[in-house]
């Protein structure tokens, strides 16, 4: 029982891990603002604000669903 405890907390540490280690931003240079991102996001994180997007970091889940639609390389 108390190995399966462990095995439990392990697992959750390390997709705590994963997570917090998965951060995306936008390069605002290469931004066209054209919205793409903001359409695929999951959970709303991405918002475009004079032409610009940017990404709370709060709210982004890591997925990088934003990253694989622009097509201008803009998101890291
Ligand atoms: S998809 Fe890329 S270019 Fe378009 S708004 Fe998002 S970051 Fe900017
Ligand atoms: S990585 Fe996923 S959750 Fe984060 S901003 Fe991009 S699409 Fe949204």
């Known amino acids: 029982m108390r190995l399966?405890?462990?095995l439990l907390l392990l697992v959750c540490l390390t997709a705590a891990a994963?997570?917090?280690?998965?951060?995306?931003?936008?390069e605002p240079v290469r931004c066209s603002g054209?919205?793409?991102c903001t359409?695929?996001?999951?959970?709303?994180?991405?918002?475009?604000e004079d032409g610009k997007s940017?990404?709370?970091p709060e709210i982004?889940?890591?997925?990088?669903l934003c990253q694989r639609v622009c097509t201008y390389d803009a998101i890291h």
């Open 60 to 64: 982004c889940i890591g997925c990088g």
């Open 39 to 48: 359409r695929v996001c999951p959970t709303g994180a991405v918002t475009v």
């Open 54 to 56: 940017w990404i709370d």
């Open 18 to 26: 994963a997570m917090g280690a998965t951060r995306y931003w936008v």
């Open 4 to 6: 399966r405890w462990g």
């Open 34 to 36: 054209c919205g793409d």
